[in-house]
């Protein structure tokens, strides 16, 4: 059971990292200061 | 402080330094993909593992490209070291002490730890891994994470010198090529080097030997009393030490085959391997500023970055030289056995938690170059030392580890460091600020910040918990502001990727297992992200020509600058903490207050 928690957890943080690059990436594209 | 430590320190540097310039012109043939003279033995290596793996070497990535390949490698080798550590029991090899299964929480810890370069180990390595384990589980991740640092420099190095364009490079091919053509090599000739010098190489079962004399060992029993036992024999832990050695220096990692590191006489057992093993810790680091200058068409700029960390480094060996030549003032006439004044017999100053081999400058040294950089291996414990002497490990890791740094980590975050100075210069000329031609705007500033802003929350954030909470007070072996300290020191180190121990904080708990892991992962990838993104948008702008109102980043008025910055952004963070820490203990001690 211990070893489901922390491989999802695993997933789950490698999830988040994804989304927070796209998070970045769309403060990148909101603003026009290039 | 002697002449004879200043010398040591004076070779220990001028070796770096005349390293720097061959390594880092290497290493940029290297990841520019130019000819080496390995290219006939590693060509067909490298063409083949594409083959394998069906990576098309040509095909270029945008930063989120760039950023998402490293996270699916990352992941997939951390899992299947966490894999390894559930399994070794039942893996028939190379297993000669029977080692059980690692426990979940543990073996989840040690997977992220060397996942993320930080190899922190809550654990007895001797009595916890196999040999298995430490080779095809950790060993192989000293390489690949050290090979994924030094791409993302080299990524961030090519954000800043190409202009107008939408991609990075490819981060498979800079994996494979940083693997092959610099660390393979290097940790070929240098565990054939350790291995001269002593350290050993082997997959026997651990030694037993007879003690001389008996000794009488007493522990606590299972019902909290006393219980004396006869101990006869001693077992020495044996093991292929020598390969996972060379990588863990090189690739500044730090986890060791043994639990007292580099300290152990079968890891570090000669004055001259504990030089090569400081040395090698800066050998890729202070390299990458030559690379960066090589890369970029600016040397002198690689040489200003290269001149700030020089400083840096000076001024954080120096304090802890010092703090650690002086007498503890709480054993001042105590008894007249601890004489604690330089003798022919002894070095003097503070011997607790030192080997005489290395003594106090190779001590001070050996600390400062292992926290300067992200490497985490220890010569003598830090949490030993006098409380300003300990208080420099972790203002080295609290700068970010730009201190020639991590391999690869070191550079990109100094880098970072590098926008923010360049942007302070143009606030106070009032011209909008340049970093070798190209216009620092606000996106830039916004991802650098929150780079800086994610290290102090995971760090502050958790041991504000854990100072707190039972669960995180239970693990103190000191209380009082030392306790704070070693545990600000165990967070600190895992934010950091670190992985130095302050030596005094029992981290195998639940508590600290799954905190330090978060905090591991948070300090490894949440700040990569920002950076990538950085290096991403610098790429994509134009180059303009150098004016009148252009910052020079080749200047030592820049390096002067730069220092600045980074000591100013450090200071303002964590000297709060520091002061309830090391310095408030510095300030007891002197008037005879101590903890227990």
């Known amino acids: 059971m211990s070893d489901l928690i922390f491989v999802a957890a695993s997933f789950v943080f490698f999830i988040v990292a994804v989304v927070y690059i796209r998070g970045c990436q769309s403060l990148k594209g909101g603003r026009n200061d290039a | 402080m002697t002449s004879n430590g200043w010398l040591q320190i004076g070779v220990f540097f001028a070796l770096v330094l005349l390293a720097a310039k061959p390594m880092g012109l290497y290493m940029a043939q290297v990841y520019e993909r130019k000819r080496t003279w390995l290219d006939p033995v590693l060509g067909p290596v490298e063409r083949l593992l594409y083959r394998l793996?069906?990576?098309?070497?040509?095909?270029?990535?945008?930063?989120?490209?760039?950023?998402?390949?490293?996270?699916?490698?990352?992941?997939?080798?951390?899992?299947?070291?966490?894999?390894?550590?559930?399994?070794?029991?039942?893996?028939?090899?190379?297993?000669?002490?029977?080692?059980?299964?690692?426990?979940?929480?543990?073996?989840?810890?040690?997977?992220?730890?060397?996942?993320?370069?930080?190899?922190?180990?809550?654990?007895?390595?001797?009595?916890?891994?196999?040999?298995?384990?430490?080779?095809?589980?950790?060993?192989t991740h000293n390489f690949w994470s050290a090979a994924v640092g030094m791409a993302l420099a080299v990524a961030f190095i090519r954000g800043i010198a190409r202009h107008e364009s939408k991609t990075l490079g490819n981060f498979w091919v800079d994996l494979t090529r940083g693997t092959l053509w610099v660390l393979a090599p290097l940790c070929v000739v240098y565990a054939l080097a350790l291995v001269s010098q002593g350290v050993i190489q082997n997959f026997k079962p651990y030694d037993t030997a007879t003690l001389v004399e008996k000794q009488n060992v007493t522990t606590t029993g299972t019902d909290g009393k006393p219980v004396t036992s006869v101990v006869t024999t001693q077992t020495i832990g044996q093991g292929p030490v020598a390969s996972q050695e060379a990588i863990k220096m090189l690739g500044t990692n730090g986890g060791s085959f043994f639990n007292t590191n580099s300290a152990h006489p079968f890891e570090n057992p000669t004055p001259l391997s504990n030089l090569m093993q400081m040395f090698s810790i800066f050998l890729i680091p202070a390299g990458f500023c030559v690379t960066l200058g090589r890369?970029?068409?600016?040397?002198?700029?690689?040489?200003?970055?290269?001149?700030?960390?020089?400083?840096?480094?000076?001024?954080?060996?120096?304090?802890?030289?010092?703090?650690?030549?002086?007498?503890?003032?709480?054993?001042?006439?105590?008894?007249?056995?601890?004489?604690?004044?330089?003798?022919?017999?002894?070095?003097?100053?503070?011997?607790?938690?030192?080997?005489?081999?290395?003594?106090?400058?190779?001590?001070?040294?050996?600390?400062?170059?292992?926290?300067?950089?992200?490497?985490?291996?220890?010569?003598?414990?830090?949490?030993?030392?006098?409380?300003?002497?300990?208080?420099?490990?972790?203002?080295?890791?609290?700068?970010?580890?730009?201190?020639?740094?991590?391999?690869?980590?070191?550079?990109?975050?100094?880098?970072?460091?590098?926008?923010?100075?360049?942007?302070?210069?143009?606030?106070?000329?009032?011209?909008?600020?340049?970093?070798?031609?190209?216009?620092?705007?606000?996106?830039?500033?916004?991802?650098?910040?929150?780079?800086?802003?994610?290290?102090?929350?995971?760090?502050?954030?958790?041991?504000?918990?854990?100072?707190?909470?039972?669960?995180?007070?239970?693990?103190?072996?000191?209380?009082?502001?030392?306790?704070?300290?070693?545990?600000?020191?165990?967070?600190?180190?895992?934010?950091?990727?670190?992985?130095?121990?302050?030596?005094?904080?029992?981290?195998?708990?639940?508590?600290?297992?799954?905190?330090?892991?978060?905090?591991?992962?948070?300090?490894?990838?949440?700040?990569?992200?920002?950076?990538?993104?950085?290096?991403?948008?610098?790429?994509?702008?134009?180059?303009?020509?150098?004016?009148?109102?252009?910052?020079?980043?080749?200047?030592?008025?820049?390096?002067?600058?730069?220092?600045g910055v980074i000591v100013i952004v450090g200071a303002l963070t964590f000297f709060p903490a520091l002061s309830l820490g090391p310095i408030l203990e510095h300030l007891l001690l002197r008037v005879g207050t101590s903890f227990q």
């Open chain 2, 53 to 139: 793996t069906g990576v098309d070497a040509k095909a270029e990535m945008h930063w989120t490209e760039y950023g998402g390949a490293m996270l699916i490698f990352s992941l997939a080798t951390m899992l299947l070291t966490y894999a390894v550590e559930r399994l070794q029991h039942a893996i028939p090899l190379w297993n000669p002490q029977h080692w059980p299964a690692v426990e979940p929480y543990l073996a989840w810890n040690t997977a992220v730890s060397f996942t993320t370069n930080t190899n922190w180990q809550s654990y007895v390595p001797e009595q916890t891994m196999s040999y298995l384990t430490q080779m095809f589980g950790l060993a």
């Open chain 2, 295 to 563: 890369m970029v068409n600016s040397p002198k700029h690689g040489w200003a970055v290269f001149a700030a960390m020089s400083v840096l480094w000076f001024a954080g060996v120096l304090t802890c030289y010092w703090a650690e030549a002086q007498p503890n003032p709480l054993l001042k006439g105590v008894d007249q056995h601890v004489a604690q004044m330089g003798t022919a017999q002894q070095s003097g100053g503070n011997m607790e938690g030192k080997e005489v081999r290395f003594g106090v400058a190779n001590s001070a040294l050996f600390a400062t170059v292992t926290t300067d950089a992200s490497c985490g291996a220890v010569n003598s414990m830090h949490d030993s030392f006098m409380p300003l002497g300990g208080m420099i490990p972790l203002v080295n890791i609290h700068l970010g580890e730009i201190i020639f740094g991590g391999v690869g980590a070191g550079m990109y975050g100094m880098l970072i460091f590098v926008i923010l100075t360049v942007f302070i210069a143009g606030l106070m000329v009032g011209r909008t600020p340049e970093y070798l031609g190209k216009k620092v705007e606000a996106f830039d500033v916004q991802m650098s910040m929150l780079y800086f802003l994610i290290f102090p929350v995971v760090i502050l954030g958790f041991a504000a918990v854990s100072v707190l909470a039972p669960f995180g007070l239970s693990s103190l072996s000191n209380h009082g502001p030392h306790g704070l300290s070693q545990i600000l020191y165990a967070y600190t180190s895992a934010a950091g990727n670190n992985g130095s121990a302050f030596a005094g904080l029992n981290a195998n708990t639940h508590w600290y297992n799954s905190t330090l892991g978060i905090t591991m992962l948070a300090g490894r990838f949440l700040m990569i992200v920002p950076m990538l993104a950085v290096a991403g948008n610098l790429a994509t702008k134009k180059i303009a020509p150098p004016s009148l109102g252009t910052f020079p980043v080749t200047s030592p008025l820049f390096a002067v600058l730069l220092v």
